[in-house]
């Protein structure tokens, strides 16, 4: 891992850590990356790192850290999964969207960061990531197999938003998949990919539904639209 734990403030008091990782520059956009339900564990620094390596400024917050700051989970265990499952079905989602303005906030303020700023997320924070398009200041937005996002496609989008969407996601039915191309198919802010045949989490190195050609696409994708709205 080449990034660093840093320490960000919540709006309404207290703190949690984030990991943030450098662009070999030291100099670029911001890109707050969002966990999935297992915390900011190796894959999450990794993918920081990664984007990092693609010439962004980094940051993964522990959204978590109301219910249980600093865990690390993985898919390996039932019990694991269980432990992730009780961590998301107690996750707040409105406090969740301000800890992640307060980390765009705090990304703005890293030496070296441009000041534009998106974010991207996975699974749970594939939800959050569109939600970063409706509620916060973030400037663009990616997501990842999205959770739950007929929930919130009514919300006015403030900022371009990308949806990598699995046709064959075990937690998105197929009703949801069209519920979300119905409310966002012709909204020039919204882009939306389907992955024939991909599962949940097919982005997931190590993960059982990993595949390497639709992740590849999916990041290239996401770095080519990042590209055209952050820089």
């Given at each position: 891992m080449s990034g660093k734990e840093i320490t960000i403030q919540a709006s309404d008091g207290g703190s949690f850590m984030g990991y943030l990782a450098m662009p070999e520059s030291g100099t670029g956009p911001g890109v707050v990356?969002?966990?999935?339900?297992?915390?900011?564990?190796?894959?999450?620094?990794?993918?920081?790192?990664?984007?990092?390596?693609?010439?962004?400024?980094?940051?993964?917050?522990?959204?978590?850290?109301?219910?249980e700051p600093g865990i690390q989970l993985t898919d390996q265990t039932e019990a694991e999964w269980a432990r992730a499952f009780e961590l998301f079905n107690g996750f707040d989602l409105d406090k969740g969207v301000d800890d992640l303005e307060a980390t765009a906030q705090a990304l703005r303020g890293v030496e070296g960061c441009t000041g534009k700023v998106g974010s991207v997320g996975f699974c749970l924070g594939g939800r959050l990531a569109f939600l970063t398009a409706t509620r916060t200041s973030i400037d663009a937005a990616v997501g990842y197999y999205g959770v739950m996002l007929p929930e919130h496609t009514g919300?006015?989008?403030?900022?371009?938003?990308?949806?990598?969407?699995?046709?064959e996601d075990e937690f998105v039915p197929k009703d949801q998949q069209a519920a979300v191309h119905a409310a966002l198919d012709g909204n020039p802010k919204a882009t939306l990919y389907d992955y024939e045949g991909q599962d949940h989490a097919f982005a997931r190195v190590g993960g059982k539904h990993y595949d390497k050609a639709s992740a590849d696409l999916a990041l290239q994708r996401s770095l080519d639209f990042f590209k055209s709205t952050i820089g």
């Open positions: 990356v969002i966990q999935e339900i297992f915390g900011v564990n190796a894959v999450m620094r990794e993918i920081t790192d990664s984007w990092a390596a693609a010439g962004y400024v980094a940051l993964c917050p522990d959204i978590f850290w109301r219910q919300e006015e989008l403030k900022a371009p938003v990308l949806l990598h969407i699995p046709t």
